[in-house]
């Protein structure tokens, strides 16, 4: 996946070959958008001066409004941490741990800078863990030395700091690479690669876990499912590594496997199978864990080119569903994942497979199922030569505009955090001011534990302090500037929404009338508090 930092982006994007088409208490505001549901979203509801739904005075009938695409009510922004081979987080491995947390909150605050909502942290790189496992060694990228103990449990930091800017945290897992050196023998002698050889298939110089193995769905759910249980995430993320990719030829050797769970089948179609039945049952898992826990894939960007099958993309790139078994689609039919973020590393124009057509196709993939769709963008790419379109600043921009045409579209998560850090182009600089102007509040996901809390109680204004009592179950909250004159659009789109702060605080810019609204994790949104400030 993203993992292309280190392992593809040195090969150029041609046509020609697959693999190139493989590709704290203070107040923080974060994307545009907030709102309630979907459904309550489409509702002419204002707010009268107790917060109560209502009429916001006897005369003052309640206007239409149009919603401005420009400033989408809730919008998921996010941006990947990836930590296999040092990519953007820890920086080098060996450093000490206030190094490494002082490079993280950089990472945050850079993101929060941007008005992104969300971060995709990898915490399982290959069979290892950037947390106290019982059930898998320490990462290498930590210390350098796989299986130390670096002497602190990063998760909860990890967590808790995304936390206190209003980042949703996704734990970001690869399911199936047992190691990136071929040498069992040179790993901790605790490492589930040493202790079941028999679960392992070297290729391509390569340690992977063969997915026709029950025993190895069961051991990736138990490990998906320990961080659920034990860590305050808000997210369960898979990137694109599945069976391998294509590689320097040779045989992915599960014939063994096959032969005894294949049961007459194709040996595509059983190692598709496999994949589903492990994304089936990590969903399954990690929601009986905590109902409100997400669970998404960001797929390889082509799910199958129309020349393989009449419903695929006009594209002739890589597939994913004959090159590494992935079927992005069942999951979406059958509704084994919340959300999916395909990876569409192209720019518009490139012939064989264009940023376009392919936005074009997965909103069409999605369409009338609870799935949400996320965009996965190529911010490393960026200012790469090998394809002029990215020496243009203005390219990563101009998908995000492209983006409005599809409903379906809910957000963009982009690769890496480097980059964020490094704006090449100044294209993410671009991107926050031609797109995210506004806070956003996450889209909601239909089926998933949560509920709106009691709107903030206490609420009043000291000078430009505007302050109030913490809301049960509140985790952050939403406040608006309401307008002088003309209707209160804020249930439509976030023209209005001037932050999101997770203190029950704010420091309101210039006198006027604001409306605070209390948000649980999911970001349920309560009905709305006004308050005045006068000086």
Same mark, same amino acid.
């Given at each position: ?14 046509? /020609?070959? &697959?693999? $190139?088409?493989? %590709?704290t208490?203070?107040? !923080? ?5 907030? #709102?309630?549901?979907? *459904? ?18 006897a /005369?003052? &009938?309640? $206007?239409?409004? %149009?919603?401005?695409?420009? !400033? ?5 922004? #996010?941006?990947w941490? *990836? ?14 741990p206030?190094?490494?947390? /002082? ?106 876990y ?8 069961d ?14 995430v ?83 790139g890589?597939?994913?569903y ?56 190529a ?53 926050v ?78 006198p ?24």
């Amino acid at each position: 996946m993203r993992d292309w930092g280190i392992m593809r982006t040195g090969r150029p994007l041609a046509a /020609a070959t &697959a693999l $190139a088409l493989v %590709t704290t208490g203070a107040a !923080y505001l974060f994307g545009p958008g907030a #709102g309630e549901s979907p *459904a309550a979203s489409r509702k002419q509801t204002t707010t009268s001066a107790t917060g109560t739904s209502g009429s916001t005075g006897a /005369a003052e &009938a309640a $206007a239409p409004c %149009t919603p401005d695409p420009r !400033y989408p009510k809730r919008q998921l922004r #996010g941006v990947w941490i *990836a930590t296999v081979k040092n990519i953007d987080w820890p920086s080098r491995a060996g450093l000490s741990p206030e190094r490494q947390k /002082a490079d993280y909150v950089k990472i945050l605050d850079s993101a929060v800078k941007r008005r992104l909502n969300a971060v995709f942290v990898q915490v399982r790189p290959a069979s290892d863990a950037l947390y106290k496992s019982s059930l898998e060694p320490w990462s290498q990228y930590l210390t350098g030395t796989a299986g130390k103990d670096p002497g602190w449990d990063p998760l909860p930091f990890l967590v808790d700091e995304a936390h206190k800017r209003g980042l949703e945290f996704h734990a970001w897992f690869n399911p199936y690479r047992a190691s990136y050196d071929g040498k069992a023998a040179d790993l901790p002698a605790n490492h589930p690669a040493r202790r079941h050889p028999d679960w392992v298939v070297r290729h391509d110089g390569r340690l992977y876990y063969n997915p026709g193995l029950p025993q190895v769905r069961d051991h990736v759910t138990k490990v998906v499912t320990d961080v659920v249980r034990r860590y305050d995430v808000d997210g369960v993320h898979f990137d694109d590594y599945f069976y391998p990719y294509p590689g320097q030829g040779g045989r992915f050797d599960d014939a063994a496997a096959f032969a005894k769970y294949g049961k007459g089948e194709k040996l595509a179609d059983w190692r598709r199978d496999n994949v589903d039945k492990l994304i089936a049952e990590v969903d399954e898992a990690v929601h009986q864990a905590k109902g409100y826990v997400k669970f998404g894939v960001s797929p390889f960007g082509i799910w199958r080119n129309k020349a393989e099958d009449p419903s695929g993309s006009d594209t002739s790139g890589m597939s994913a569903y004959d090159a590494i078994y992935a079927d992005a689609r069942s999951w979406i039919k059958h509704g084994t994942v919340d959300y999916v973020i395909p990876q569409l590393y192209w720019p518009r124009g490139f012939k064989a497979a264009d940023y376009r057509t392919l936005v074009a196709w997965w909103a069409d993939a999605v369409k009338g199922t609870d799935v949400q769709l996320y965009i996965g963008q190529a911010l490393y790419r960026v200012g790469a030569r090998d394809d002029k379109s990215w020496t243009k600043p203005g390219e990563l921009s101009a998908h995000l505009t492209y983006n409005r045409k599809f409903e379906q579209v809910k957000g963009d998560v982009y690769f890496s955090a480097k980059q964020l850090l490094t704006n090449p182009l100044r294209a993410i600089d671009r991107v926050v001011a031609e797109h995210y102007t506004r806070p956003a509040l996450l889209p909601l996901i239909k089926g998933l534990d949560g509920e709106a809390p009691a709107k903030p109680a206490g609420a009043g204004a000291s000078g430009a302090t505007v302050s109030w009592t913490p809301s049960k179950g509140a985790r952050a909250y939403a406040v608006y500037q309401e307008p002088k004159s003309g209707p209160d659009c804020r249930h439509d789109d976030a023209r209005s929404l001037l932050a999101v702060v997770t203190a029950p605080s704010f420091t309101a810019p210039a006198p006027g009338t604001y409306l605070v609204t209390a948000l649980d994790r999911l970001q349920h949104e309560s009905k709305p508090v006004r308050v005045k400030v006068t000086g």
